[in-house]
């Protein structure tokens, strides 16, 4: 088992920044393939950023690509989105989740129904 705590949410004006952080439990943070996803009001949820389990490989979705960025402290057990340039349509709950990675920590997953532990989630509202 794995418990995420996301922090770093807030309210910020267009075109700026914001850094989230996800905070994990246990020892095996390692292990664990990382994800971003959020869910705007009345919407879907949807991904957003992955990173594996060693850090050295990310995947974007087309719609961040060049403005946000995930990394990993493994010895922090924590994730990172670095998040710029930010707009009105970035305004969302944010979720951080993990799953156990099997392909020798160079695995990452854009699917929700992949990973296993979620946070509950932390408030970015972009305004115009």
């Known amino acids: 088992q794995v418990q995420l705590v996301e922090s770093g949410g807030g309210l910020v004006q267009a075109g700026g920044s914001l850094r989230l952080s996800c905070a994990a439990s246990g020892r095996t943070f390692s292990r664990y393939a990382m994800g971003w996803f959020r869910q705007g009001p009345g919407k879907e949820r949807e991904f957003v950023a992955a990173?594996?389990?060693?850090?050295?490989?990310?995947h974007y979705a087309d719609s961040v690509k060049g403005r946000f960025t995930i990394s990993r402290e493994n010895a922090k057990n924590t994730v990172y989105l670095q998040m710029s340039s930010l707009q009105p349509e970035d305004t969302a709950v944010y979720y951080c989740?993990?799953?156990?990675?099997?392909?020798?920590?160079?695995?990452?997953?854009?699917?929700?129904?992949?990973?296993?532990?979620w946070g509950q989630g932390t408030q970015v509202t972009v305004s115009s």
């Open positions: 989740a993990a799953r156990n990675s099997f392909y020798g920590g160079i695995d990452y997953y854009v699917r929700g129904e992949e990973y296993d532990y």
């Open positions: 990173i594996s389990s060693n850090g050295g490989i990310t």
